[in-house]
């Protein structure tokens, strides 16, 4: 049976949250202060780094769909080296590490090299996108539950069975979604959604750069293009999407004709 060699240094893998740095978790906090070597994605506000040592080494290592990206095994290398050399390892991404942030391949890849790990969840977006703008995803009077779903699959054929998605009527949260939100449009129309569906997306949440979209599932496409909204952004699908109670620009009768 072949040994596992316990390092010295271990690797925290640590959600940095939404991005509001006021969201960032106090377990975060004192996770970010103890790291000899700080690895940050591209989505994690800046702000949070002023909870670092002076002397930490911070390494941007940027992860963003369908911009040119660190690759997840120079990483997952890298924190090898750095936890074999005795270092605290502190991977900061945005979200929750565990929730699409690659945090479950990650954890399994660091225990095989006999890595020791601790995970720090953090908020995520999805749910903060929704409140940001009124809207309780799980409201008892439009939905039992909430589903979320990459519109990102690993590959063109790993695709969620939106039909089953659909037929349960529950929320659902769409992270990385805006690229092919005609597909996701599509996909749910073909599977039986109604394209009355009301939709919001909330770009940036939290920060105060947030934008946010109220449109309907059938004007999903063209709502978003003429928005000019982009990633990072959320998309909220679902009934609930009636509660929204804020949207920037958008008069009472527009929000009603929106939302049919």
């Known amino acids: 049976m072949k040994q596992v060699v316990e390092y010295a ?9 939404p991005g509001d740095p006021d969201l ?14 700080l690895l940050v994605d591209d989505l994690v506000n800046p702000a949070v780094l002023m909870h670092a040592q002076a002397n930490a080494r911070v390494i ?35 979200g929750d590490p565990y929730l699409f942030g690659r945090g479950g391949e990650e954890r399994a890849h660091l225990r095989r090299q006999g890595v020791m790990v601790e995970v720090v969840p953090g908020i995520t977006s999805g749910m903060a996108a929704a409140a940001s703008i009124g809207v309780a995803a799980t ?26 998605l659909v ?14 939100c005609q597909q996701l449009q599509q996909s749910l129309l073909a599977a039986g959604m109604a394209g009355t569906m009301p939709v919001a997306v909330i770009q940036s949440a939290t920060l105060a750069t947030q934008a946010q979209l109220l449109t309907s599932l059938d004007q999903l496409p063209q709502a978003l293009h003429d928005s000019g909204l982009g990633s990072p952004s959320i998309i909220v699908i679902g009934e609930v999407v009636r509660c929204a109670d804020a949207f920037a620009g958008i008069g009472l009768e527009n929000l009603r004709r929106a939302m049919g």
């Not at 240094?9 to 949250?17: C, E, F, N, P």
């Not at 439009?142 to 039909?163: C, D, L, M, R």
């Not at 037929?167 to 092919?180: D, F």
Request: glycine share 14%.
């Open 9 to 17: 240094g271990k690797v925290m893998l640590v959600g940095a949250g």
């Open 24 to 37: 960032l978790t106090l377990k975060a906090v004192k996770a970010i202060a103890q790291a000899d070597v």
């Open 60 to 94: 941007h290592v940027g992860k963003r769909g369908g911009c040119q990206s660190t690759s997840q095994e120079f990483i997952e290398r890298l924190m090898v080296v750095e936890a074999q050399a005795g270092h605290c390892v502190v991977r900061l991404k945005g």
């Open 139 to 164: 409201h008892r009077d439009y939905s039992q539950g909430v589903i979320f779903v990459t519109g990102h699959g690993k590959s063109e054929s790993a695709q969620p069975n939106w039909t089953a």
């Open 167 to 180: 037929a349960t009527g529950l929320t659902l949260v769409v992270y990385m979604g805006v690229a092919r």
